[in-house]
C-alpha cells in the first residue's frame, strides 16, 4: 500500500511495523543462541550490562538503528554494528556508555562504531559527564580495513581518539578478549577493572602465531595476572561481570562528573572513627617489626568507605580512594607489610598514576608515611629508579589539591620529599613515634665511622645517630608544624581538610597533572 493511497492510521500502522521490525533485530544482538551460549557461561551480553550499571529506566540509547555500510548485505547481521552506546544515570547523575557486543562480528571496530564512540566521548566531555566503557572486542574489523583505501577510511579521523585531558572520568571494564580498541580505551582510563578470564593485549594469540610462528595462551599473553601484578595496567580484579560494574559505579561515586566539580559528599556512617582509641595497638613500636598499614587506613577513615586501587601492584605502596568526614580523598600510604614499605620503581610508577587521577578530580591527598627509603641497588637501575624517583617528585610538585602528610613512624632520605616532606605537604603532623633522618641510623653509624653491628662502639654510636631523629627534633625546625596523638589522627585530618579546602575556586584544583600520560 503507498502512503499516499493510505489512510493516516493505516499509514501510522505501516510505519509503527516497520521501526518494530528494525527494533527488534537490533536488540535481538547476534540473535539467540549466542545470547544463549553466553548466558550458560555465566557471561554477560552487551545490553544485560548496561541495565546492571544504569539506574532502571534511565538509559537513553544513540545509534539503535545504527549499521555497518560496507555493503548492503551487512545490514541485518550487524545491529547496532557491535557497539551499544547512549546515556543514563548511575545513582542519580549522568554518564555515558560504550557497551562492546562481541555478539556481532566480535565487536570488532568499523567506520559505524568508531562514529558512535567518537560521539559519546564528545558528548561526556562538552557536557560533563563520566564514560564508561564496557570493554570485550576482536579488534578493527576485516576485511574493511584492510588496504589503503581501509586504512585511510578507518583510522586516524579522530585526532583526539586517545587523548586524556580528564575534563570528565573515564572507567573500562576487560569483560572478554580485548583487542584493538578495548585495550587502547582502558589504558586511557582512570579506573580499570578485569574479570578472571578476560584477556587485553594488543594483538590475538591468533594473530601472534601467524607472525611468530608461537603458540601463545591468551592468560599468558594478557590474563589478569599479568595486568594486576606485573604491569599495573589494571587497577581490580573480580570474579564476575556484575562485580566489575558494581567497582565501576563505586568507583566512580568518589568522583567528580567534571573537573570543574568537587566530588560529591556522602553521610558519615554510624561507628567512623571508634578504633582510633586503640590505634597505636596496630603500629609496633619497634621500626624493624612490620604490621599492615590498610588496617591503620580503615580505622582513620570513614567506616568501609576504603577503595584500594591496584592492590597487587607495587604493594609497599597503598593507593585508596576512601572517605574522611563524608568527604573523597585519595589515601597514599607506605605498607610496611611488604618489603618494610620500601619505595621502588613500581610504587613509583603507582604513586604517580594515582596522584594524577586525584588532582585532575580535585580530590585532597593524605599521605601516611612509613618508610626506610627507596629500594637501591643493580635491579633498582634497571627498572629506571632513578627516573622513576624524579617523576614521582616532580608530579608530587605539580599537585595544586590539598596534601596533607602524617608520618607515622620512620622516613629517611630521599623518600622523606616524596612522601610530602618539607614543602612538598601543605601541612605535615608527626607521630611521636616518628623517625626523621638522611638514611637508616645503623647504615649511618656504619658510614660515618665504619663500624658495623656487633664492633666495639657501634650501640653508642647508633644511639648517638638516633637521638637527633625524633618528631620534636624535627618540630623544632618546624618542618613539622604538628606533632599529635595517634588517637587523635582522624579529628586532626578532619580539620585540616577543611582548613586546606581550595575556598578561593570552590574546591577546584588547578589541574597541572590533566595531560600526564595515562601508562608509562
Same mark, same amino acid.
Given at each position: 500500500?503507498?502512503?499516499?493511497?493510505?489512510?493516516?492510521?493505516?499509514?501510522?500502522?505501516?510505519?509503527?511495523?516497520?521501526?518494530?521490525?528494525?527494533?527488534?533485530?537490533?536488540?535481538?544482538?547476534?540473535?539467540?543462541?549466542?545470547?544463549?551460549?553466553?548466558?550458560?557461561?555465566?557471561?554477560?551480553?552487551?545490553? #544485560?550490562?548496561?541495565?546492571?550499571?544504569?539506574?532502571?529506566?534511565?538509559?537513553?540509547?544513540?545509534?539503535?538503528?545504527?549499521?555497518?555500510?560496507?555493503?548492503?548485505?551487512?545490514?541485518?547481521?550487524?545491529?547496532?554494528?557491535?557497539?551499544?552506546?547512549?546515556?543514563?544515570?548511575?545513582?542519580?547523575?549522568?554518564?555515558?556508555?560504550?557497551?562492546?557486543?562481541?555478539?556481532?562480528?566480535?565487536?570488532?571496530?568499523?567506520?559505524?562504531? &568508531?562514529?558512535?564512540?567518537?560521539?559519546?566521548?564528545?558528548?561526556?566531555?562538552? @557536557?560533563?559527564?563520566?564514560?564508561?566503557?564496557?570493554?570485550?572486542?576482536?579488534?578493527?574489523?576485516?576485511?574493511?580495513?584492510?588496504?589503503?583505501?581501509?586504512?585511510?577510511?578507518?583510522?586516524?579521523?579522530?585526532?583526539?581518539?586517545?587523548?586524556?585531558?580528564?575534563?570528565?572520568?573515564?572507567?573500562?571494564? &576487560?569483560?572478554?578478549?580485548?583487542?584493538?580498541?578495548?585495550?587502547?580505551?582502558?589504558?586511557?582510563?582512570?579506573?580499570?577493572?578485569?574479570?578472571?578470564?578476560?584477556?587485553?593485549? /594488543?594483538?590475538?594469540?591468533? %594473530?601472534?602465531?601467524?607472525?611468530?610462528?608461537?603458540? /601463545?595462551?591468551?592468560?599468558?599473553?594478557?590474563?589478569?595476572?599479568?595486568?594486576?601484578?606485573?604491569?599495573?595496567?589494571? $587497577?581490580?580484579?573480580? $570474579?564476575?561481570?556484575?562485580?566489575?560494574?558494581?567497582?565501576?559505579?563505586?568507583?566512580?561515586?568518589?568522583?567528580?562528573?567534571?573537573?570543574?566539580?568537587?566530588?560529591?559528599?556522602?553521610?558519615?556512617?554510624?561507628?567512623?572513627?571508634?578504633?582510633?582509641?586503640?590505634?597505636?595497638?596496630? /603500629?609496633?613500636?619497634?621500626?624493624?617489626?612490620?604490621?599492615?598499614?590498610?588496617?591503620?587506613?580503615?580505622?582513620?577513615?570513614?567506616?568501609?568507605?576504603?577503595?584500594?586501587?591496584?592492590?597487587?601492584?607495587?604493594?609497599?605502596?597503598?593507593?585508596?580512594?576512601?572517605?574522611?568526614?563524608?568527604? #573523597?580523598?585519595?589515601?597514599?600510604?607506605? !605498607?610496611?607489610?611488604?618489603?618494610?614499605?620500601?619505595?621502588?620503581?613500581?610504587?613509583?610508577?603507582?604513586?604517580?598514576?594515582?596522584?594524577?587521577?586525584? $588532582?585532575?578530580?580535585?580530590?585532597?591527598?593524605?599521605?601516611?608515611?612509613?618508610?626506610?627509603?627507596?629500594?637501591?641497588?643493580?635491579?633498582?637501575?634497571?627498572?629506571?629508579?632513578?627516573?622513576?624517583?624524579?617523576?614521582?617528585?616532580?608530579? %608530587?610538585?605539580?599537585?595544586?589539591?590539598?596534601? %596533607?602528610?602524617?608520618?607515622?613512624?620512620?622516613?629517611?632520605?630521599?623518600?622523606?620529599? !616524596?612522601?610530602?616532606?618539607?614543602?612538598?605537604?601543605?601541612?605535615?603532623?608527626?607521630?611521636?613515634?616518628?623517625?626523621?633522618?638522611?638514611?637508616?641510623?645503623?647504615?649511618?653509624?656504619?658510614?660515618?665511622?665504619?663500624?658495623?653491628?656487633?664492633?666495639?662502639?657501634?650501640?653508642?654510636?647508633?644511639?648517638?645517630?638516633?637521638?637527633?631523629?625524633?618528631?620534636?627534633?624535627?618540630? @623544632?625546625?618546624?618542618?613539622?608544624?604538628?606533632?599529635?596523638?595517634?588517637?587523635?589522627?582522624?579529628?586532626?585530618?578532619?580539620?585540616?581538610?577543611?582548613?586546606?579546602? %581550595?575556598?578561593?575556586? !570552590?574546591?577546584?584544583?588547578?589541574?597541572?597533572?590533566?595531560?600526564?600520560?595515562?601508562?608509562?
Amino acid at each position: 500500500m503507498s502512503s499516499s493511497s493510505a489512510s493516516p492510521s493505516e499509514f501510522k500502522k505501516s510505519l509503527d511495523q516497520e521501526f518494530e521490525r528494525r527494533r527488534a533485530i537490533a536488540l535481538a544482538m547476534g540473535g539467540a543462541a549466542k545470547i544463549e551460549k553466553r548466558q550458560l557461561a555465566g557471561v554477560m551480553n552487551a545490553r #544485560s550490562r548496561i541495565d546492571r550499571l544504569f539506574d532502571a529506566g534511565t538509559f537513553s540509547e544513540s545509534g539503535l538503528f545504527a549499521t555497518s555500510t560496507h555493503s548492503r548485505e551487512d545490514e541485518d547481521r550487524t545491529p547496532a554494528d557491535g557497539k551499544i552506546t547512549g546515556y543514563g544515570k548511575i545513582d542519580g547523575r549522568w554518564a555515558a556508555v560504550v557497551s562492546n557486543d562481541f555478539t556481532v562480528l566480535g565487536a570488532s571496530s568499523g567506520a559505524t562504531n &568508531v562514529r558512535k564512540v567518537a560521539h559519546m566521548k564528545r558528548v561526556a566531555t562538552q @557536557r560533563g559527564m563520566p564514560i564508561v566503557f564496557l570493554g570485550e572486542s576482536s579488534g578493527a574489523r576485516m576485511p574493511d580495513t584492510m588496504g589503503a583505501r581501509g586504512m585511510g577510511l578507518g583510522l586516524g579521523n579522530d585526532p583526539a581518539q586517545y587523548q586524556r585531558m580528564r575534563e570528565t572520568p573515564w572507567a573500562a571494564s &576487560v569483560l572478554g578478549y580485548c583487542y584493538g580498541s578495548s585495550f587502547l580505551y582502558t589504558c586511557c582510563s582512570d579506573f580499570s577493572v578485569i574479570r578472571k578470564g578476560a584477556v587485553m593485549a /594488543v594483538s590475538s594469540p591468533r %594473530l601472534i602465531e601467524l607472525a611468530t610462528n608461537q603458540k /601463545v595462551d591468551a592468560e599468558d599473553l594478557g590474563g589478569w595476572q599479568i595486568h594486576t601484578e606485573l604491569t599495573g595496567l589494571i $587497577d581490580m580484579v573480580v $570474579d564476575r561481570d556484575e562485580d566489575a560494574i558494581d567497582a565501576t559505579k563505586r568507583f566512580l561515586s568518589y568522583l567528580p562528573s567534571h573537573h570543574n566539580q568537587c566530588p560529591p559528599e556522602q553521610p558519615i556512617p554510624a561507628g567512623s572513627g571508634r578504633r582510633m582509641a586503640e590505634i597505636m595497638d596496630l /603500629v609496633p613500636p619497634n621500626r624493624a617489626q612490620v604490621y599492615d598499614m590498610r588496617k591503620l587506613i580503615a580505622s582513620i577513615v570513614d567506616l568501609d568507605s576504603v577503595f584500594e586501587l591496584k592492590p597487587k601492584y607495587g604493594k609497599t605502596l597503598v593507593t585508596a580512594l576512601a572517605r574522611i568526614g563524608g568527604k #573523597s580523598v585519595g589515601i597514599l600510604a607506605n !605498607n610496611p607489610f611488604f618489603k618494610g614499605g620500601v619505595l621502588d620503581a613500581d610504587a613509583a610508577d603507582k604513586a604517580i598514576a594515582f596522584m594524577v587521577m586525584c $588532582d585532575s578530580f580535585n580530590v585532597p591527598l593524605v599521605l601516611l608515611v612509613d618508610t626506610p627509603g627507596f629500594v637501591i641497588g643493580i635491579e633498582a637501575e634497571k627498572k629506571k629508579a632513578t627516573g622513576k624517583i624524579v617523576n614521582f617528585m616532580n608530579a %608530587l610538585q605539580l599537585v595544586t589539591v590539598p596534601k %596533607l602528610s602524617v608520618i607515622i613512624r620512620k622516613t629517611f632520605g630521599q623518600a622523606y620529599l !616524596n612522601m610530602g616532606g618539607g614543602k612538598n605537604s601543605d601541612e605535615v603532623a608527626a607521630w611521636p613515634t616518628a623517625e626523621v633522618s638522611f638514611m637508616t641510623p645503623q647504615f649511618a653509624a656504619t658510614v660515618v665511622h665504619g663500624t658495623r653491628p656487633g664492633d666495639p662502639g657501634f650501640d653508642e654510636q647508633l644511639a648517638e645517630m638516633e637521638k637527633n631523629n625524633t618528631a620534636y627534633e624535627i618540630a @623544632r625546625t618546624y618542618a613539622v608544624q604538628n606533632v599529635i596523638r595517634p588517637e587523635e589522627t582522624r579529628d586532626y585530618l578532619i580539620r585540616m581538610l577543611e582548613v586546606h579546602s %581550595l575556598k578561593l575556586t !570552590n574546591g577546584i584544583g588547578q589541574h597541572l597533572l590533566r595531560a600526564w600520560p595515562t601508562s608509562f
